[in-house]
C-alpha cells in the first residue's frame, strides 16, 4: 500500500556536525514532499518543502534532496544545534488528493543532538 | 507558536464516555484538517473542510466520530463510546491555498487517554 517510511529511526550527533535524515517513499504519483520537526508536546512544525518537478531546494541551514528514480528524500541540517533536537517526519501529498493536504506521514526519525 | 489553538491540551475519559475536542483556525485560513497521529508514529489523515463544508472523511473515522466547522471557523471533533484504541494526539491544522500546495499550520493537538 501507500506508505512514507524512514530508514534510521534514531540519529545521533554532535553539534556543530552535519545531520542527514532519510525517507524513502512508496507512491510514484505523489508530487509534493514535506519535511516536519516535531518537539515533544507540539504539533508538527513545517521545515521546508519540495515538488516532485526538483531535485533540490535550500533553506536556511537546511536542504531537502529528492531522487524520483529510487524513491528517496533527504533532510540535511547543517551545523546542527542542540535546538535541533526534535522528531523529524517526511510527508508526502498524493497527486490524486484533490489539491489538498491529505497527507502521508512517515513514522519518524529522532535526532539527538550531544554538546 | 503557529496561532493555531487547540483545547483541552489533555483528556483523560473512562471507556464509553463522549468526548469533544476544539480547534481555532489561523483566522484568515479557510482550509481546516483534523489528523490523529499515535506513540511513535506519524499523523494520519482524519478528515478535511474547505469553509464549512466537510470533504473529505478518512476510512480511519469511524461512526462514533463526528467533525464539524459550523460557521467556517473554530471547528470540533467529537468522539462517542470512547474506546481505549482511541488514545491518541488529534492535530488540527490550517492553511490557505494561495497555489497548486499550500503549507499546513498545526496546533499543539490535543492529547486523549481512555482509560
Known amino acids: 500500500g501507500e506508505s512514507v517510511g524512514l530508514h534510521l529511526p534514531t540519529l545521533s550527533v554532535q553539534e556543530g556536525d552535519n545531520s542527514i535524515i532519510n525517507c524513502a517513499y512508496s507512491n510514484s504519483a505523489s508530487d509534493y514532499f514535506i519535511w516536519y520537526k516535531q518537539e515533544s508536546g507540539k504539533g508538527p512544525q513545517f521545515i521546508i518543502d519540495i515538488r516532485s518537478n526538483m531535485d533540490k531546494r535550500q533553506g536556511q541551514r537546511v536542504t531537502v534532496l529528492l531522487n524520483k528514480t529510487v524513491k528517496h528524500l533527504s533532510l540535511q541540517i547543517a551545523a546542527t544545534q542542540p535546538g535541533d533536537s526534535a522528531v523529524y517526519f517526511c510527508a508526502e501529498n498524493p497527486s490524486g488528493s484533490g489539491g489538498y493536504n491529505k497527507l502521508i506521514f512517515g513514522a519518524g526519525t529522532r535526532l539527538a543532538v550531544h554538546p | ?115
Open chain 2, 1 to 115: 507558536d503557529t496561532g493555531v489553538s487547540q483545547d483541552p491540551r489533555h483528556k483523560i475519559t473512562k471507556r464509553g464516555q463522549n468526548v469533544t475536542f476544539r480547534c481555532d483556525p489561523i483566522s484568515e485560513h479557510n482550509r481546516l484538517y483534523w489528523y490523529r497521529q499515535t506513540l511513535g508514529q506519524g499523523p494520519e489523515f482524519l478528515t478535511y473542510f474547505q469553509n464549512e463544508a466537510q470533504l473529505e472523511k478518512s476510512r480511519l473515522l469511524s461512526d462514533r466520530f463526528s467533525a464539524e466547522r459550523p460557521k467556517g471557523s473554530f471547528s470540533t471533533l467529537e468522539i462517542q463510546r470512547t474506546e481505549q484504541g482511541d488514545s491518541a494526539m488529534y492535530l488540527c491544522a490550517s492553511s490557505a491555498k494561495t497555489g497548486k500546495h499550500e503549507k499546513l499550520f498545526f496546533g499543539s493537538g490535543t492529547q486523549l487517554s481512555v482509560l
